[in-house]
């Protein structure tokens, strides 16, 4: 069965790290585009950061670039998130997502999802 | 970025009745070198991740009912399920992927009337 599942959140008060772990099962993982996507309490989806199958390519939202850094083990089937920096505004769960299709190219739709982790930035 | 919008933001349907959601991209998704339009609906239901449906604007992702279908290009998308069941009330999300830089609509509530 194809799975992705998060660990990691936490609560933790601004300005603090924190990093996410996602573990891929029951696909090639070095195949396939890897995303994280957020969700704030009550609040709609929002991409944060794609990365390629290398991890040559990584792409990020505007209000996480320079604090999360999205990286990759193939040979663990592993995709991590690290926060740094945290602010309250980064409150969400933080799911991963895979890309659909064996696509080259970072233009891609999300086919499976994981249930997510919660991350709390608060004092 | 590209910003997606969605109407309305809710609705509220009877069983067995037709549902329609509009999304509107801010910059056309549809690339011309292969006519295809970088365009997904998602459906979230509560405490769930969210679902793939529809990609490439109008292709049913497997094991999705034929109720829900897609259609639109460029700028214009509509997400139709064309006979309610109790099961599909959930929020509906659209996603452009055209960009390097993916952004979401602010998501349609679908409830049972």
């Known amino acids: 069965e194809v799975q992705l599942m998060e660990s990691g959140g936490a609560l933790v008060q601004p300005g603090g790290s924190l990093r996410l772990s996602c573990a891929a099962s029951g696909f090639t993982f070095s195949n396939y585009w890897m995303t994280w996507v957020r969700q704030a309490p009550g609040k709609g989806l929002e991409w944060v950061a794609n990365?390629?199958?290398?991890?040559?390519?990584?792409y990020y939202v505007d209000s996480v670039k320079g604090r999360f850094t999205i990286s990759r083990d193939n040979a663990k089937n592993s995709l991590d998130l690290q926060m740094n920096s945290l602010r309250a505004e980064d409150t969400a769960v933080y799911s991963c997502a895979r890309g659909g299709g064996v696509v080259s190219g970072p233009n891609y739709y999300m086919d499976v999802w994981g249930k997510g982790t919660t991350v709390t930035v608060s004092s | 970025d590209i910003v997606m919008t969605q109407s309305p933001d809710s609705l509220a349907v009877s069983l067995g009745e037709r549902a329609t959601i509009n999304c509107k991209s801010s910059q056309s998704v549809l690339y011309s070198s292969n006519n295809v339009n970088y365009l997904a609906w998602y459906q979230q239901k509560p405490g769930q991740p969210p679902k793939l449906l529809i990609y490439?604007?109008?292709t049913r992702e497997s094991g999705v009912p034929d109720r829900f279908s897609g259609s639109g290009s460029g700028t214009n998308f509509t997400l139709t399920i064309s006979s309610l069941q109790a099961e599909d009330v959930a929020v509906y999300y659209c996603?452009?992927?055209?960009?390097?830089?993916?952004?979401f609509g602010p998501g349609t509530k679908v409830d049972l009337k």
């Open positions: 990365i390629k199958q290398d991890g040559s390519e990584k």
């Open positions: 996603q452009q992927y055209i960009s390097n830089f993916f952004t």
């Open positions: 490439w604007a109008s």
